[in-house]
């Protein structure tokens, strides 16, 4: 499977400022996802992020919060904005391949960010 | 209404034993393939083991194996000679092929804890 990096692995943050998160990945993919885990919760996808076009948003998040770059196939970056302490939460990205027949996510290790 | 049902928060199971568990899943999709993922507390999503819909037989992956009882949708994880290592948090996950939206939908989760 691919290998997937993130930077940074975690950051203590004060609400109103920004961070980017960034995810690189080894080999070219196609579709690259944004995961939000917050303490004690499952995952929740963010946005799908494909490769010279918009990222396409879930339900309850948009892009002026959680704007996301595509540059390449194999780098992304999410930054949360304007944070306050409900940003808490694991950031994961992960990516998609072909694996036991169908497609498999594979995650990156996660950004553990801390709003206060 | 929730696709993906894991009733255990939490268990306990004692070294070199085997640990089963539950996920039940709701859709009405023919095509569709079923994940579980280990979540260690560095928070990292490790994937552990597939099964797709219209497989015939259970998957297995060394001492993880899959319990998949179609006409129950359920698809029971079992871990095998239970190891210290093996203490963390487990996410069953679906994911609808059908609807072709890449989309996976994870379970609540549950922690296993691993008692020498």
């Known amino acids: 499977s691919a290998v997937i990096s993130q930077k940074p692995s975690r950051d203590i943050c004060q609400r109103g400022t920004s961070l980017t998160i960034q995810c690189q990945v080894d080999s070219q993919v196609t579709m690259m996802f944004w995961y939000r885990q917050q303490p004690g919760q499952s995952l929740t996808l963010i946005a799908t992020a494909n490769q010279g076009s918009e990222a396409t948003y879930e339900s309850g998040f948009v892009i002026d919060k959680f704007p996301i770059s595509r540059p390449n196939l194999t780098f992304s970056t999410l930054t949360v904005s304007n944070m306050s302490p409900e940003d808490s939460s694991i950031y994961l990205c992960s990516v998609e391949e072909g694996a036991s027949g169908a497609d498999t996510q594979y995650f990156g290790p996660g950004t553990r960010l801390t709003v206060l | ?116």
């Open chain 2, 1 to 116: 209404a929730q696709k993906i049902t894991q009733t255990q928060p939490g268990m306990f199971v004692q070294e070199k034993e085997a640990v089963t568990l539950d996920c039940t899943y709701d859709t009405s999709d023919p095509s569709y393939g079923l994940f579980w993922y280990k979540q260690p507390s560095s928070g990292e999503m490790i994937f552990l083991i597939y099964q797709g819909s219209y497989d015939q037989q259970n998957a297995t992956e060394g001492r993880y194996s899959l319990n998949f009882q179609k006409a129950r949708k359920s698809a029971n994880l079992v871990i095998s000679a239970s190891q210290l290592g093996d203490s963390a948090m487990y996410f069953c996950a679906m994911r609808e092929l059908q609807s072709n939206d890449y989309k996976l939908s994870f379970g609540a989760g549950t922690t296993v804890t691993v008692r020498a």
